[in-house]
């Protein structure tokens, strides 16, 4: 038995998405001295952080049997916050969004014994964190006066589910299953 792991598990948007939503993220770490969210790629999380002990192959390997649905299609439509610390992109609650974390919730529990109490008692809320944790309050309002009215619409086909490992610095890409619904 190894030592536990920190993991999470997303939706990552395409490359052209990510370098533009990582620009917004050194904007904010600039501007407004929030450096926190540069600590991942940008993701939308499904399944939010959970300790691991066991082999990683297991997890990986119960991930690609449950990677048997669907591609989800995904809008990523302005900017929302959680005040007084978080700034984010809003991601449109699709049926197909919400219906694909409930799954991923209901698996990683059955399969795993993962379970996220938070999560369990409120509403999935989908988000794209720009800004968090060490954005100050001050710097919040600041921040939100920029942001809140800034347009940003993109649309792409979340077609991989993706699992994220903690290195003890930031958040790294461990692996990606494909979403492939079988015939």
């Known amino acids: 038995m190894s030592h536990a792991q920190r993991f999470f598990i997303a939706l990552l ?5 990510r370098d533009y939503v990582d620009d917004i993220k050194h904007h904010f770490a600039v501007h ?14 499904l399944q939010p952080p959970f300790e691991w002990a066991s082999d990683q192959p297991h997890l990986e390997q119960g991930l690609r049997e449950f990677a ?3 591609p989800v299609p995904v809008t990523l439509e302005g900017f929302s916050a959680f005040p007084p610390r978080v700034i984010y992109i809003d991601v449109v609650k699709t049926p197909e969004l919400l219906t694909l974390q409930k799954q991923l919730m209901d ?10 109490r938070a999560s369990k008692n409120r509403p999935f809320a989908p988000h794209m964190t720009v800004a968090f944790r060490d954005l100050t309050e001050q710097n919040f309002s600041a921040a939100w006066q920029e ?3 800034r347009s940003l619409h993109f649309e792409f086909m979340a077609n991989e589910l993706t699992l994220l490992v903690h290195n003890g610095q930031r958040w790294t890409i461990a692996a990606e299953f494909p979403l492939i619904k079988p015939f």
């Not at 407004?32 to 999380?45: D, R």
């Not at 698996?107 to 996220?116: H, L, M, N, Q």
């Open 68 to 70: 048997q649905v669907a």
């Open 147 to 149: 942001f809140r009215d």
């Open 13 to 17: 948007p395409p490359q052209a998405i």
């Open 32 to 45: 407004y001295g929030s450096y926190q969210a540069q600590k991942s790629p940008p993701h939308i999380t």
């Open 107 to 116: 698996y990683s529990e059955a399969r795993f014994g993962i379970v996220d």
